[in-house]
């Protein structure tokens, strides 16, 4: 195993592993550490040790107490900026760098050389998305923020800002909710909304009290705060947007 200062593309599988795994997971005994440390050669406890260090940099994390080690590198430290000024190309450079050492998450870089333009696109915009879904999925423990659902199949990596109006965030966890299929889609069409408190609001213009299930299912949340995230908070910013252009206000 390396003794040696920490490649790019070890610290790039490094953060792509930070963005998917829950805190509690950024241990040495975690197969995925185990399995990923081979890899990049690196034993799991540096790799381990490596993880804590990028969760000192995370406000989120360091808010709670939980704030891991203290030995994040200048690299470290440069590498948190890069990623939160520009989170599609951090999650491409991630992906390469993790196919490098033959990591399943990434994409062969010699696919990227062969295609054409209009697939490279889609290939990135796939790239992009798998990103999202894991950063924001790993950040709320896999489970729906509003009603708590755990199912995989029916949770959703919900974009707050619409992916449309705002491609510059179109990959910041910070811009995303867990939500289940059902929140996810009363989300998008603004009859359901989160405050500067984090509390659910229902719009009130399609409450109907006559049906049983919305009132069980969507209006019974009204007033209550969501679960929040170990890490990418959501942004209040963009919470504010859905709440001014999305919502369906009184």
Not at 199 to 222: C, E, G, L, N, W
């Amino acid at each position: 195993m390396a003794t040696s200062g920490w490649t790019r593309q070890q610290s790039l599988v490094a953060f792509s592993l930070y963005c998917r795994l829950t805190f509690g997971r950024l241990h040495s005994k975690n197969p995925e550490i185990i399995q990923y440390a081979h890899l990049i050669g690196r034993t799991p406890s540096a790799l381990a040790m490596k993880l804590s260090n990028i969760a000192s940099l995370d406000p989120a994390i360091t808010s709670t107490g939980r704030s891991g080690l203290t030995g994040a590198s200048a690299a470290d430290k440069a590498m948190w900026q890069e990623m939160q000024q520009d989170w599609a190309a951090f999650a491409i450079a991630m992906a390469q760098a993790e196919k490098e050492f033959g990591a399943e998450q990434g994409i062969a870089q010699s696919n990227i050389a062969e295609k054409s333009t209009s697939k490279l696109a889609e290939v990135t915009v796939r790239i992009g998305q798998q990103f999202f879904r894991n950063a924001v999925l790993s950040a709320y423990n896999q489970r729906c923020c509003i009603s708590g659902l755990a199912s995989p199949k029916l949770l959703v990596a919900s974009h707050i800002v619409p992916w449309s109006q705002d491609e510059a965030n179109r990959l910041n966890p910070h811009n995303g909710l867990a939500l289940s299929a059902l929140h996810d889609k009363a989300f998008d069409l603004g009859i359901i909304t989160v405050d500067g408190d984090y509390r659910v609001v229902v719009s009130s213009q399609v409450t109907d009290a006559t049906d049983a299930f919305f009132m069980s299912a969507i209006a019974s949340f009204h007033g209550k705060r969501i679960a929040l995230p170990e890490k990418f908070y959501p942004a209040a910013q963009f919470l504010a947007f859905h709440r001014e252009h999305i919502f369906q206000q009184a």
